[in-house]
């Protein structure tokens, strides 16, 4: 098929990031942009600023960097502002959560200090183990996102933006089944008025935005913009938006290490997940109700990549166990144990083992980073509604409706990477390669 690549606007001006939530992800994630900025450290684990993108064929020798490919902005044009419900400014919030070293934080105060958050739309009923007093008041949830939209505004104007991101990096909230009230817009729109309980302060913040335009990902497991009354926001808006929950530690392994299994044709007779950390998000999730929404989150994972109805001998029985144990000692420095029992010739078990000793945010805040990034991108080249291709960044990806999400992380990184292709007119990588040997 003939591609001639999209039609791109080009990066103008500054890009201003909101961040729902200041806490452990969003402080690493501000502080590692300052840091950057300043030299005092580099990018690594951001696909956007460290990746090469292969061109053509082997031989052709095109290998350009990510950011050289497509016009993305850079770390150096970004402005941020951020909600939450403890007044601390980045820099406080950083100290609390003890992700970065307290000279490097040092040497960023200033940067960090000026990032004050709003008062939050935060409803206890939400997020059963947190209570802050920096809240917006307001008669019902319509009006408390008309007053998100007013601080967008007064931001954009402040700092001059071009263009606008937002992204939740807010706790974890309850798990809210899809309800009539997000079937379509005008019902959301009217259970905004009338307070409804299936609506939680997520769903505020994602209808102001996606109501002024401004592509929306989600970096918890919460229902968020994953329903019908977003999806049609979204086309009339023409907005991208992507979720949910940043794809880090044990299931980031838990995807690079399945598809290996199943490529090899060996079977799971069990896999057995248990992690400790001490962070507030842990704490957050030693509530069971959030735990519900993370774990059914972590637990689809493995379905969706071994397939048991293709391969009932192999995968059609496996005990799937996923535990997370709020343990405060061990503060943003998790530990993930993994067990799994897989069988192989004849059905002579194996063990694997993995410890990892993960730092959570330090893996989830270069995803923040490419998430802002490429979704901006995705808006300057006119797509709209769910970006699939960022499926790679992703514990459960959206999809269209009726669609299984795709959890393998290397077809994650070939759709992405064939995305970029797509958008400037190169050609795809089958990774077919008979030509060679013509
Ligand atoms: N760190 C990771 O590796 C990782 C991976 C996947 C998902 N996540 C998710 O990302 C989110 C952020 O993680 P974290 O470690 O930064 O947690 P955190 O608890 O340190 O930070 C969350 C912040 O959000 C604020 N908040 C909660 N509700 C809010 C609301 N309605 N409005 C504004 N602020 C609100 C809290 O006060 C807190 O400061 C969590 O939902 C977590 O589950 C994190």
Excluded at 53 to 79: C, H, Q, S, T
Excluded at 135 to 156: H, S, T
Excluded at 347 to 366: E, H, N, V
Excluded at 375 to 402: C, H, I, N
Aim: proline share 5%; net charge negative.
């Amino acid at each position: 098929m003939e591609n001639s690549g999209v039609q791109i606007e080009p990066t103008k001006g500054k890009l201003g990031v909101l961040l729902v939530g200041l806490g452990a992800v969003s402080t690493t994630f501000v502080a590692g942009v300052a840091a950057i900025r300043k030299g005092l450290g580099e990018p690594f684990g951001s696909l956007t600023q460290m990746g090469t993108i292969r061109l053509g064929k082997r031989n052709e020798n095109r290998v350009p960097r990510i950011a050289d490919f497509v016009p993305l902005y850079g770390v150096d044009d970004i402005e941020f502002a951020a909600w939450d419900l403890f007044e601390d400014s980045a820099y406080a919030a950083a100290m609390k959560c003890g992700v970065l070293q307290e000279k490097l934080l040092e040497q960023l105060k200033p940067e960090l200090e000026n990032l004050r958050p709003f008062k939050a739309v935060f409803d206890r009923r939400y997020v059963k183990l947190l209570d802050g007093p920096h809240v917006k008041q307001g008669a019902n949830k319509l009006e408390l996102a008309g007053q998100v939209m007013d601080d967008i505004r007064r931001f954009k104007e402040e700092k001059q933006v071009e263009s606008l991101v937002m992204i939740w990096c807010g706790s974890t909230e309850i798990f809210i089944e899809p309800s009539d009230v997000h079937q379509s817009l005008a019902n959301l729109e009217a259970g905004l008025e009338n307070n409804d309980v299936n609506i939680p302060s997520s769903m505020v913040y994602a209808y102001a935005a996606l109501k002024l335009g401004i592509p929306f990902a989600n970096g918890a497991p919460n229902l968020t913009v994953d329903i019908p009354a977003f999806a049609e926001l979204a086309q009339e808006n023409q907005v991208p938006l992507c979720g949910k929950d940043f794809k880090t530690g044990q299931t980031m392994m838990k995807t690079i290490i399945a598809p290996g299994l199943k490529a090899r044709m060996l079977g799971l007779s069990g896999w057995f997940s248990t992690n400790i950390l001490g962070n507030r998000d842990g704490e957050v999730l030693d509530d069971p109700e959030s735990f519900k929404t993370k774990e059914e989150s972590k637990l689809s994972v493995l379905e969706h990549i071994l397939q048991p109805s293709l391969y009932p001998e192999l995968y059609d029985d496996f005990y799937h166990k996923v535990r997370i144990n709020y343990y405060p000692p061990r503060k943003d420095n998790k530990e993930g144990w993994d067990n799994i029992d897989i069988f192989g010739w004849l059905g002579y078990p194996m063990q694997i083992k993995i410890d990892f000793l993960c730092r959570d945010s330090i893996l989830a805040a270069p995803l923040a980073l490419d998430l802002v990034l490429f979704l901006d991108l995705a808006r300057r080249s006119g797509m709209s509604g769910v970006q699939e291709w960022l499926s790679f960044y992703f514990k459960s990806p959206m999809t269209a409706p009726g669609l299984y999400p795709e959890h393998d992380l290397f077809i994650q990184l070939m759709k992405l990477k064939n995305t970029l292709r797509y958008l400037k007119g190169e050609d795809q990588i089958t990774h077919l390669g008979l030509d060679y040997y013509e």
